[in-house]
């Protein structure tokens, strides 16, 4: 039940005066990993479609239905943030969160077993305060919270809920996954890692889209949300690294179905700006904007490839200036906002032949030993040692 039909297809979906909405979904990722520039066509397969059945209105006092705490405590099927005393076979109402399941038919569903949205509210801020828990690696922590917020998400669709509240919902299990994004992108240096990357991606891009669909709802009825600008803007930024020769056309035909505000808003006008500067190699300007106007949730989006522009970077003042016009590492860790340790280990990457000590610290041009990495540690983020001008 959980929304995979695309954006473009949005123009189907209709509100209705108690905030339901019928028919809104949501997309997905290339095969590559990264976003799809294309939606793909629609999959809707639902065992009863909305027509069929009026939609359930949920019932369920607790994060988690009674039946399913106790089923869950026969087969010791807790994970550790759910357990009394970390005992596998106790948990309850204030510790249990209902898990997300792949086969479900409408015609089974009980509305005791369904959250409404007052209790969805409160276990979507239950997952959010323990994304910060120091007690569990962040995977253990990641893996819990992106399990039971699809089932959060599901329980909205199988509802048809459709106003502001569930899209305050959407945007904060939007925001886990912004957050997840970059601390995952900072520990992927293996295969389990590099899948976690992937599958919080896809689940990104999912609930991104659906929001989308809901937007497009809730503005037939006059309203609006006061971020949608910065959510649309993910959307773009999620484009970074994508090499796909057609992605300027498609996102441009992306652009075109926005509304003006949203395409006016600063949001995208920085995220477009950012996507154009990485793909133009224009890094001075792609660091000053960042340091200057990126939002926080923007920043965990471009993190990861800061390091990549500033190789590429290094890669333009190797091949530029005299053999004797030596650059200093002080002045480019300036320009490319980063500590000069740092640089020094970048630098010692991609090839480059450190030369003096100290503050003097610098590397010649037309080193031949250059070459740009296959692949790159990601960036803790942005040092900025003192104001730069655009």
Known sequence: MDRRDVASNRGRSFARDNGRGRGWRGGGVGRSGRPSTQPPPSTITPSVTASDAPPIVGTCPDMCPATERAQRERLRDLVVFERVGSDPRSTSPSLAVKKFCRTISSTSVQASDIRPLPVLRETMDYLLNLLNSSEYSFDVVHDFISDRTRSVRQDLSIQNLVNDQAIHIYEDVIKF??????????????????????????????????????????????????????????????????????????????????????????????????????????????????????????????????????????????????????????????????????????????????????????????????????????????????????
Not at 233 to 250: I, N, Q, R
Not at 284 to 290: A, D, E, L, S, V
Request: proline share 3%.
């Open 177 to 390: 996954h912004i957050l997840s994004h970059q601390r995952l992108a900072r520990s992927c240096k293996d295969s389990d890692a590099s899948s976690l990357c992937y599958l919080n991606t896809e689940q990104l891009m999912k609930c991104l889209l659906s929001l989308f669909d809901m937007y497009h709802i809730v503005h037939k009825n006059d309203s609006h949300s006061t971020r949608e600008a910065e959510y649309y803007s993910f959307f773009v930024l999620l484009h970074l690294g994508c090499k796909t020769p057609k992605m300027a056309d498609s996102l441009s035909l992306w652009y075109s179905q926005l509304p003006a505000s949203v395409v006016r808003s600063n949001e995208m006008i920085f995220a477009r700006t950012i996507l154009r500067c990485y793909h133009l190699g224009n890094f001075k300007r792609f660091f000053c904007m960042i340091a200057a106007d990126a939002s926080d949730l923007q920043l965990c989006l471009v993190e990861p490839f800061l390091n990549e522009v500033r190789a590429r970077a290094l890669m333009y003042f190797n091949h530029s200036g005299y053999k004797l016009q030596h650059h200093p590492l002080t002045h480019l860790s300036e320009i490319l906002m980063i500590e000069e340790l740092e640089l020094e280990n970048l630098c010692s990457i991609c090839g480059l032949e450190i030369s003096g000590s100290g503050d003097t610290k610098s590397f010649a041009p037309k080193q031949t030993s250059f070459s740009l990495p296959s692949s790159i540690s990601h960036s803790s983020g942005l040092y900025i040692s003192r104001e730069i001008e655009r």
